[in-house]
């Protein structure tokens, strides 16, 4: 519930107010009844999206923070519950937000949030009618993702080992992640969340506890294999404290490496890569799919290494070796 709490700051409540229990919303403009009632069903959704749905913190923040925008625009409209959604409220929600200049892929999130709160009313009985069923949204634009060539990611990764040559902690440790990151194109999460115990050395794969509390074991070749060894043998054991417990990457104080710093780490790396796109984690990730892809590997398979729940998402890919092929079609044909 203190999530949801949360959600419901910025507003300063009047003398009035604080007496009475039944507080406003925020940005409710002077509502006919209290919407009170919106915050007793939002610290509900709230315990349902994390205990039932057992959904990662982020997910839920931003499952929360739509529904409480959407539900104080509810109560400016004269809703005082739930039961008071229509189909028409959902859409004048969703073309406020247009008029704010909310980008597609935010109004399809949005409307995303409204059908699963919606869903889940009717369900708890909370409502009779489920108004986000016919809630359409607009489809988001699926703007082709930066990847780096064969050539740039073999130029990245050669420079970052040159200077881990020198023997130093903490360039042995990016060269390991940088070499996992693509090895097996695992999100920046999961990288950060693995444990020394994750990786098995002998058959080359690593245990990977992805979104939806998913596990999938994901393989990895001979130089990321390589390249974890030297850090376990070697870099880490300079880097370990006792707060380190099994964390399998740490930061330079010995405790878990954080997203953060993964990130700087890998965009700090890509100077060694002049010309090619500035790339973050995500973008090694999106570089291992593609590569796989245009190496023939099947697009089941490369759903599986990804840890996508729908095959729709992996497919994404195959636009971006098209597009490369039609690139290289209108570089080099003279008919083109």
Known sequence: MAAALRLLDGWAPTSAETQDPRAKLPGVAAPTESPQPFAAVLADYERHLTSERDLAPHTVRAYLGDVNDLLAHAARCGAASVGDLDLRMLRSWLAKQQTLGKSRSTLSRRATAARVFTAWAVKTQRTATDAGALLGSPKPN?????????????QLLDAVAAAAEAGAAADQRDVAMLELLYATGIRVGELVGLDVDDIDAERRVVRVFGKGRKDRTVPFGVPASLALRTWLSSGRTELATPASGPALFLGVRGNRIDQRTVRSVVHGRMVAVPGGPDVGPHGLRHTA????????????????????????????YTHVTTERLRSAYQQAHPRA
Do not use: F, K, M, N
């Open 142 to 154: 699926r703007r082709l993702p930066a990847a780096l060539s064969t050539a740039e990611v073999r």
């Open 289 to 316: 799919a593609t590569h796989l892809l245009e190496g023939g590997a099947d697009l089941r398979a490369v759903q599986e290494i990804l840890g996508h729940a729908s095959l729709a998402t992996t497919q994404l």
